[in-house]
């Protein structure tokens, strides 16, 4: 299995990017992809999960404003929309996937359920 992660950068406070995760290797047909971002110094914190199944996606309300999760099936692209960024937002970005397929949780973020995972793309919010 391999996920690998694209479009980070450096961008200015208020600005947009859009990350790629490309996956590749999945064994199982039902599936769910994560976006995770780590700043220096913090914990892993789930960003947004998409299923394979629907397209149905969950993201923690403090998240939803930002943060939009899609997905290409054709391509198997997942891509993760980030608008008017700040400083705290500057992080090491992944994404994961796990067979559970099920996106409607909290509990569908926690990195713990979440098997394979990439090496990240870093983003950098500057002021």
């Known amino acids: 299995v391999q996920l690998v992660e694209s479009g980070g950068g450096l961008v200015q406070a208020g600005g947009s990017l859009r990350l790629s995760c490309a996956f590749s290797?999945?064994?199982?047909?039902?599936?769910?992809i994560a976006w995770f971002r780590q700043a220096p110094g913090k914990g892993r914190e789930g960003v947004a999960a998409?299923?394979?199944?629907?397209?149905?996606?969950y993201s923690p309300y403090s998240m939803r404003a930002q943060f939009t999760i899609s997905n290409d099936p054709v391509k198997d692209i997942v891509y993760l929309q980030m608008n008017n960024l700040n400083t705290g937002d500057t992080a090491i970005y992944c994404c994961a996937a796990r067979d559970i397929h099920v996106v409607e949780s909290v509990t569908d973020l926690e990195e713990n359920q979440y098997d394979f995972w990439g090496q990240g793309t870093q983003v950098t919010v500057s002021s």
């Open positions: 998409i299923s394979s199944t629907d397209g149905s996606t």
């Open positions: 290797g999945l064994s199982f047909d039902e599936y769910a």
